[in-house]
């Protein structure tokens, strides 16, 4: 029964590589591959966030605290009273409440707001550098309200801040695995290979940070920056303190696949062919974890982007004027905002999205990344 | 005696773990510049009050602020092994007072929640891997994904706005007004019963849905043992051998799995507590981080470590005792 | 209901074998046309396919094949418990003398009809005890559930009965044996506890599963006399499932071939040893009867007296520690005062069970483990001589250019990540052995020498046959024209015929290219195939060294003498154990 551990057309065949192997693999799982689309979008986004964002993420205006959001309707009536194709919104009116005093919005359906494909806007740099002109979508008259997922308690566009907020969520997560790869790499590696007192000690530190709760030394090591920081400074320090913690789970990874790959009878056999330890260790073990190694980083990601969040929502993390979607849930703390206008929330569905589709990735390539296991 | 041996070696273990712990906590409040006492000198300067210099360097010396760190820490450990925790600038009252009846709540907390955290999770994980595939198993996996994707603090957020919105409550705190500051009685205990439901939940939830994908991922491991087949052979009824055999042998590892689930419920009561503000350790410790209370925030760091460290090795004990490979070894 | 025609299912070139159905008259079990399926994630695996057999009141019917024969998911059949598989056609009858016959496939698989059978009526053991047996709780306590789920008695009579049991398969101590856990027995042992499990409700039927396949040559001769006995004891009929054509000649009365999910051949015993009419059939024995005839054919050339390797007394000892304070040292001698030449062009059996240092020594002989004490001198192609395990030893890598070593499993020995190409030319590449231009023609050439075909050269090993991955390391092992090869179990992880097969390339290799061998084996049949010389080893030493065919012949030691005559023989004439 040696043909059903394989599939049976590569043992026709027997040419591919460990990663068409493994590309087969994951393709077959649907979810993974389907997650892996959802985030090459989000992380697309994240890039592009200039000019997807309809807003500046940072203008205000007073006239629409808590605007509800709008929904784009498709199709309109033209002259003639035939229904043709123009995206549009409605705009606001306002009502106010003669006992509470309080000002609610109604949609007006006498004013529309027609949209714009890859309209002229304000000129600004598409991250940072290139210089542009136009953007996904826009409204004629830039005085004219566009809030596709409400305003906040500030009249800022909802939508824009999230685009916006994805690029620092996703980076801080990327960039804090990247950290406690290269820390967990280092140490994983030499403690697997030395062994010995090394190894030992490694051992102990790595169950002592485990066996502490993360949350409360975070926030204790966050809290301890400095309040003069400036953004990009805090940005890196707390990506930092998350990985001081984070990399004990890739170091285990690391050092657990190193030592059952020492005792692998092909590395001994490379062994007897003469092979230098330099050889072996590039040659015969590294190609056999990297595909491990990168699902185990890819599902840290998840819990890196969850603790930023965590963080920044109780205000020790990333502070405004920097936005991430923990700074963004910090406009949802109180209740009653909440119960004003729940599209503050809406930054909680992006953290699950991701969080979710990140967890479905890194399963699937997890399951994909030893094409050889029976 | 092997057992004996076990023992003492996990706590010894313990107590080089918690000596560890506490230099990183007294790390924690050396970390931010120049001490309290200057912070709160800048203030009251800033502010016009009188500042009594006397008064201050008096209490610098009571700290040793003005000695090394190493003489520093001593000071402050010596103090902590016999439950001095330090003082509170901020609140000018000791951390012992600060804590008060704060800490037996938290821990009450977690308690409920690490019960209502194993009985959602065993039945369903149970479940989840006998009847792999089944629309049950689907369900409990997709809640699984989500509970893990949900951060705790969101979760609460959406507790408190459904609540809002549907019943017009807000479930924030433990106790409703009358009995807040009252002494414990029947009244107050139902009280706190009718309130502690939703951070309960709330904890329990992320908990729950790892403790599911790793039974279940056990359980599936362990179901196909050949053991379990000797055990249909000799005539077993499917449930029973099952309860019997695997669940009892992925009953193991999942003991163990208690020494890193604690850190993330203390975690999540954390985040929890402060959203919901309720009267735990939590909102204290955000509240001392976010003024640099360092000596409070210190010592609730360093306490909650301890208890995450005590609760794993119980379960290491636990563990030990239920698992004859390692009572025995 | 005469169903031996579609048991006798002989392929096309088999039509004049006709095998006489046995009597109906004592059947105990009938199997009739039983088709077992597997859902694989592409179509159906039919790993049993219409197999029909029948087990007689107080018989013993063997099942053999090699694996993926579908001989183990037929015997777990009988008792329908083939998750992830499921009976999809046949009946499975169990016919209690007087007594109504039970259709045991048409019963509901988790019913209490069933579950009145298994373990009842009829008992299965299994390949592996240890984890057949449950880690967490008492052999006692598995026992006294099986007698107290058949038998309505008291918790305190049931631990008596299994006492008894357990007294029964002859383990020392069973009143203190009954409170211990499985890891805290050898395996020998297990295996006993699982066959007084087995018994507890005096089943009319034994399932067997491959039961000694897992253990020692000595301890397999005692497990199966211990079956044997208790079969005589019980009345019981036994269906045995073995690979070994040797095992199969002991126990059997009667044998079933299977193949493919089918039955090739059913007969008596004597009649499928002594005109066996499937050519797998014949297959069979031919390879278990060829490692029981004396050495193979002679190697070309004559042997030189003049020693390639001495090895002088080498020691190595495994110390394992307990507790925190490393107090107890349990000392583990995995070798005692090794010594023994090799010549020129010979080839060395080395001998042992498990345990017995024999791998040990290959390693320590690669290099791969540092001795404590003793040395290995090794003359070099240019007569100069080094210590193998002295310590400068490997420190010079080009003696691997002249010591290589073939591995056991010939799945994990490969690296799956290089091609066919990169994994017999690594070799050559480290050591510089072959200019770039030249590699790929020498690979091709190594690979024909090894009887594989060259343009499999850019296939990586999944690709492969587990006696397809073993010529490729055989390719690798003889890439760099080396003067001693160290074959560690090489055809250990091989079926019968196979093993033959590689053995034979073996045997062709040595004399073409005049390879002196270490051939390191618990299989002494092997071994007498193999080599001119052999050294039986038990706990670190080698209590006997000599010619192989004068040691099998007349062994001296009282070590040997058992070894020898646990080896099964593939002849029913030959049996002890069958009265």
Not at chain 2, 112 to 134: C, D, E, H, T
Not at chain 3, 100 to 110: E, G, N, R, T, V
Not at chain 3, 351 to 374: F, Q
Not at chain 3, 488 to 514: F, I, N, P
Request: overall charge neutral; charged content about 20%; proline content about 5%.
């Amino acid at each position: 029964m040696t043909a059903t551990t394989v599939d049976d057309r590569i043992v026709a065949a027997g040419t591919e590589t460990q990663w068409q192997l493994i590309w087969g693999r994951f393709r077959r799982h649907r979810l993974a591959v389907f997650s892996g689309i959802v985030l090459i979008l989000l992380y697309l986004s994240a890039a592009l966030a200039e000019f997807i964002a309809p807003q500046d993420p940072h203008a205000f205006n007073a006239r629409f605290t808590f605007a509800p959001p709008q929904s784009i309707n498709l199709l309109d009536r033209n002259d003639e009273g035939r229904l043709i194709f123009r995206p549009h919104v409605n705009g606001y009116a306002v009502e106010v409440d003669p006992v509470a005093l309080r000002r609610t919005f109604v949609t007006d359906p006498e004013e529309k707001i027609p949209l714009r494909l890859f309209g002229k806007s304000e000129p600004y740099r598409l991250m940072g550098f290139i210089p542009m002109q136009h953007k996904l979508i826009t409204v004629e008259d830039s005085r004219t309200p566009l809030f596709l997922l409400g305003a906040d308690r500030l009249g800022r566009d909802v939508l824009s801040r999230l685009i916006h907020g994805t690029r620092i969520s996703l980076s801080v997560g990327l960039i804090g695995v990247i950290m406690s790869l290269v820390i967990g790499l280092v140490v994983g590696g030499l403690s697997g290979y030395y062994g010995g007192l090394f190894d030992l000690i490694v051992q102990r530190v790595i169950e002592f940070l485990r066996s502490l709760p993360t949350i409360p030394l975070w926030m204790g090591l966050a809290a301890a920056l400095p309040r003069d920081w400036d953004a990009l400074a805090i940005y890196f320090a707390v990506t930092i303190i998350l990985s001081l913690i984070g990399w004990t789970e890739l170091a285990r990874v690391v050092r657990g696949r190193f030592l059952a790959l020492k005792t692998e009878d092909y590395v001994t056999a490379a062994r007897i062919d003469g092979a230098s330890d330099l050889r072996i260790v590039m040659r015969h073990m590294v190609p056999a974890f990297t595909s491990h190694i990168i699902a185990a980083a890819s599902l840290a990601v998840p819990g890196m982007i969850l603790a930023e969040t965590a963080l920044s929502f109780l205000g020790l993390g990333l502070q405004a004027p920097i936005i991430s979607w923990g700074v963004l849930l910090q406009e949802a703390q109180n209740i009653r905002a909440v119960a004003t206008a729940p599209w503050l929330l809406w930054p909680g569905a992006a953290v699950i999205v991701a969080v979710l589709t990140m967890n479905f990735l890194g399963d699937g390539m997890r399951d994909a990344a030893d094409p050889y296991a029976q | 005696m092997a057992l004996l041996r076990y023992a003492v070696r996990r706590l010894l273990f313990m107590i080089a773990t918690i000596l560890a712990l506490s230099i990183v906590c007294f790390g924690i409040i050396q970390l931010p510049p120049g001490d309290f006492l200057t912070a709160k000198m800048a203030e009251m300067a800033a502010t016009g009050d009188a500042v009594n210099v006397d008064a201050v360097e008096r209490l610098r010396a009571q700290y040793g602020l003005d000695r090394p760190f190493i003489v520093q820490y001593w000071l402050w450990v010596s103090g902590v092994v016999v439950g001095d925790f330090g003082f509170s600038f901020e609140l000018t009252k000791t951390v012992r007072e600060v804590i008060g009846d704060r800490l037996g709540i938290s821990l009450a907390v977690e308690f409920l929640a690490i019960v209502v955290l194993w009985a959602i999770a065993l039945p369903v994980g149970i479940y989840s891997a006998v009847r792999q595939y089944s629309i049950g198993d689907v369900a409990a996996t997709i809640f699984g994904f989500i509970g893990l994707a949900i951060p705790n603090f969101l979760l609460a957020l959406l507790l408190m706005y459904i609540s809002f919105v549907a019943f017009g409550a807000t479930i924030t705190g433990l106790f409703s007004d009358e009995y807040m500051n009252a002494r414990w009685s029947f009244g107050r205990l139902v009280d706190f019963f009718s309130h502690v439901w939703a951070p309960v939940l709330v904890i329990a939830t992320a908990g729950s849905a790892q403790v599911i994908r790793i039974l279940r991922a056990n359980l599936l491991d362990e179901l196909s043992r050949p053991y379990v087949d000797t055990a249909r052979a000799k005539g077993m009824a499917e449930w029973r051998l099952i309860m019997r055999y695997p669940v009892r042998v992925a009953m193991n590892p999942l003991v163990s799995t208690i020494g890193w689930l604690l850190p993330t419920i203390i975690s999540s009561s954390i985040v929890t507590g402060i959203v919901l503000n309720l009267p735990t350790l939590s909102p204290i410790l955000l509240r001392s981080l976010l003024s640099q209370d360092m000596h409070l925030a210190g010592a609730l760091i360093l306490l909650m470590g301890v208890l995450t460290l005590l609760g794993t090795l119980l379960s290491d004990l636990l563990l030990a005792w239920i698992d004859p490979r390692i009572r025995m070894a | 209901m005469t169903p031996r025609e579609t048991a006798i299912a002989l392929e096309p070139a088999d039509q004049s074998a006709a095998v006489p159905a046995p009597e109906v008259a004592d059947e105990i079990l009938a199997i009739v046309d039983l088709e077992t399926h597997f859902t694989m994630r592409r179509g159906n695996l039919k790993a049993v396919d219409k197999v029909s057999l029948s087990l007689r009141a107080g018989d013993t019917l063997c099942v053999v094949g090699e694996s993926g024969s579908g001989k183990s998911v037929t015997a777990r059949s009988i008792l329908n418990i083939v998750k992830p598989g499921r009976i999809v056609g046949g009946r499975i009858s169990f016919k209690p003398g007087d007594d109504a016959p039970i259709h045991l496939s048409d019963l509901d698989p988790y019913g209490p009809a069933i579950r009145a059978v298994r373990g009842g009526h009829i008992s299965m053991i299994f390949q592996e005890p240890m984890s057949s047996l449950s880690p967490v709780h008492t052999i006692g306590s598995q026992i006294i559930e099986a007698i107290r789920l058949h038998q309505p008695i008291e918790k305190k009579e049931a631990r008596e009965q299994a006492i008894s049991l357990l007294k029964q398969v002859q383990i020392p101590d069973p009143e203190i044996a009954v409170d211990r856990y499985a890891f805290q027995y050898s395996g020998g042992m297990r295996q006993r506890a699982m066959i007084a499990m087995a018994l507890a409700n005096k089943p009319k039927v034994l399932i067997a599963d491959e039961p000694t396949t897992a253990l020692d040559v000595t301890t397999q001769a005692e497990i199966l006399k211990l079956i044997k006995s208790l079969q005589r004891d019980y009345g019981m009929a036994v269906l045995f499932i073995t690979h070994d054509m040797g095992v199969v000649a002991e126990m059997a009365d009667h044998v079933a071939v299977m193949r493919d999910g089918k039955v090739l051949e059913y007969g008596d015993v004597d009649q499928i040893f002594s005109r066996p009419q499937h050519p797998h059939t014949q297959d069979l024995i031919g390879a278990a009867r060829l490692m029981e005839s004396g050495p193979a054919a002679k190697v070309a050339g004559t042997l030189s007296e003049e020693p390639i390797l001495q090895v002088r007394n080498l020691n190595l000892a495994f110390g394992t520690t307990h507790g925190m304070l490393r107090r107890h040292r349990a000392v583990v001698h995995a070798l005692r005062d090794v010594s023994f030449d090799l010549r020129a062009g010979e080839a060395l059996g080395v001998v042992g069970e498990s345990g017995s240092g024999k791998t040990t020594l290959a390693r320590c002989l690669v290099g791969l483990y540092k001795v404590d004490s003793g040395s290995a001198m090794f003359t070099r192609g240019d007569g100069s001589t080094t210590d193998l395990c002295g310590r400068g030893g490997f420190g010079d890598r080009s003696l691997y250019t002249e010591i290589r070593m073939i591995f056991q499993d010939p799945f994990a020995s490969l690296n799956p990540r290089m091609t066919v190409e990169q994994i017999v030319a690594e070799p050559m590449i480290v050591n510089r052995a072959c200019p770039k231009s030249e590699l790929r023609s020498r690979v091709a050439d190594l690979l024909e020498s090894v009887e594989l075909p060259a343009d499999v050269m850019d296939r990586y090993p999944h690709a492969f046959s587990g006696g397809q991955r073993q010529r490729i390391g055989i390719a690798r092992a003889i890439a760099l024209n080396p003067r001693l090869v160290l074959a560690d179990e090489a055809t250990s992880a091989l079926d019968g015929s196979l093993r033959a097969q590689v053995l034979d390339l073996l045997l062709k290799l040595r004399s073409r290219l005049g390879l002196s061998f270490i051939f390191i084996s618990h299989d002494i049949g092997v071994i007498r195939y193999f080599c001119e010389r052999m050294a039986v080893m038990r706990r670190g030493e080698i209590v006997e060294i000599g010619p192989s065919q004068s040691i099998c012949d007349n062994p001296q030691h009282a070590y040997t003498q058992e070894l020898l005559a646990a080896v099964p023989r593939a002849d029913p004439k030959q049996s002890r154990l069958r009265g």
